[in-house]
Structure formats: structure tokens, C-alpha cells
């Protein structure tokens, strides 16, 4: 049984590009979790979405950010206009009941130069 | 928001030694997780343990929810113990995981 899976593991952007997440949740897990770890910091939570669904976003940024979870596919966290401070590691967690135990893919290191 | 505390911040082990980190929070919570983010930043999941006790080898953790804090015991520790562990709560009524700061843990040979 696959975990969760995220990709790129790596990602190099220059300011003004955009850059999208990929997420795949574990097999039989439909709630995704995105979160950001800023350099030497813990992990802030940033939305909660359920298959088409958003249910919480009150961690997004209000600009430049979105993040969706079709019915096919996976879950995708979408940065427009990258700016230097976007730099971030970038956690996609998933569970198969809301707040229950989530699992969490190895990230995505973002770098905007 | 709820707050979640862990202490000591840093530790530094020698080989072999035994340590106790702790997590307190300050609100109900449904679930409690604790993880080690190994120095490749991976995040391992070690325990899902909203209350009582668990072992897992050279690991175990307590949780006392009444009391609102959570332990997580290391016995005999190794070089590869070394990372950062995390304590991560679902507020009661909330639905993500909301992260303390963390406990840096350096195990020297």
C-alpha cells in the first residue's frame, strides 16, 4: 500500500512563474491536508479539502494561492507569481476520516529565485 | 487558537542515553500525533495517541488528556534518533493537525 505520494520532490522557480504541487493521498483516503515549513520552523497548517471540495482554507494566503482535489486525480496546490518568500517545504497529509491519523508525503522543496 | 508547547526545544544525548519529551497543550483535542522529521526532512509517523499508552520497540509514548499533555519516551537512543519530533493536535471541533515547535534531538556517538 503506496503512501502519500507528492511531487516534484524538488522545485526551482523564478520570481513571477508559477508553481503547482502534485498530492496523491493513500489508497482509501479521501481528506488531504497541505502544510508549509518555512527554514528551521514547524508546520503551518494551510487548507483541508475532501474530494471537490474545499472544507477549510483559513491558512491560505489570500492571494496567489489555490488548491483543489478533483474527483479524479490528485490534489493540487497551485502558487501563481512566486515571490522569494514562497520558499518553503511543502507537506501534503492525508487520512481516511477527518481529524483522524494522517500520514504525510515526503514534501516538495520549493526554491524561488 | 489552541497552543501547543514542547520542551526542552534542543537535546543533546550521548549514545545509549534515555530522554523524555514533552508536549502540553492548552485545549481538548480528538487526536494527538507525535513524528520524527529525520535530517532529510522526511516525516516519519510514530505514534496516533489521543490518550493513554503505546510502545513501538524503543519508543513509547502517554498521553493524559484530562491533563492536557503528552510524553514521548526514547530508551537507549542511536545516531539515527537524531531529528526533530514533532507533537501535533486536532483541537476538539477543529480537523487539521495543528503543530508545536518542535524538539531538536542530536544523538552523538
Known amino acids: 500500500n503506496a503512501g502519500v505520494m507528492q511531487n516534484p520532490r524538488h522545485l526551482v522557480r523564478r520570481r513571477g512563474q508559477e508553481a503547482r504541487l502534485r498530492c496523491s493521498p493513500m489508497?482509501?483516503?479521501?481528506?488531504v491536508y497541505w502544510y508549509r515549513q518555512l527554514p528551521e520552523e514547524g508546520l503551518k497548517f494551510m487548507v483541508y479539502?475532501?474530494?471537490?471540495?474545499?472544507?477549510?482554507e483559513s491558512g491560505m494566503p489570500k492571494e496567489r494561492f489555490s488548491a483543489e482535489f478533483p474527483k479524479e486525480g490528485p490534489s493540487i496546490l497551485r502558487i501563481q507569481q512566486v515571490v522569494r518568500g514562497d520558499s518553503a517545504a511543502y507537506f501534503c497529509?492525508?487520512?481516511?476520516?477527518?481529524?483522524?491519523?494522517?500520514?504525510f508525503g515526503q514534501g516538495t522543496r520549493l526554491t524561488v529565485v | 487558537g489552541i497552543q501547543v508547547e514542547q520542551s526542552p526545544p534542543d537535546l543533546i544525548l550521548q549514545e545509549g542515553a534515555n530522554s523524555t519529551l514533552r508536549c502540553n497543550f492548552s485545549?481538548?483535542?480528538?487526536?494527538l500525533q507525535w513524528f520524527h522529521q529525520n535530517p532529510w526532512g522526511q516525516l516519519i509517523n510514530l505514534f496516533y495517541?489521543?490518550?493513554g499508552t503505546k510502545q513501538n520497540g524503543r519508543l513509547s509514548a502517554t498521553t493524559v488528556a484530562t491533563e492536557r499533555y503528552s510524553l514521548l519516551y526514547i530508551s537507549s537512543s542511536q545516531t539515527t534518533d537524531s531529528g526533530v519530533y514533532f507533537c501535533?493536535?486536532?483541537?476538539?471541533?477543529?480537523?487539521?493537525?495543528?503543530f508545536g515547535t518542535g524538539t531538536r534531538l542530536t544523538v552523538i556517538p
Open positions: 497529509a492525508s487520512s481516511p476520516l477527518s481529524g483522524t491519523e494522517a500520514f
Open positions: 489508497k482509501g483516503h479521501s481528506h
Open positions: 479539502l475532501q474530494k471537490e471540495n474545499i472544507i477549510d
Open positions: 485545549d481538548s483535542v480528538n487526536n
Open positions: 495517541i489521543p490518550s
Open positions: 501535533a493536535v486536532v483541537q476538539t471541533g477543529a480537523n487539521n493537525l495543528f
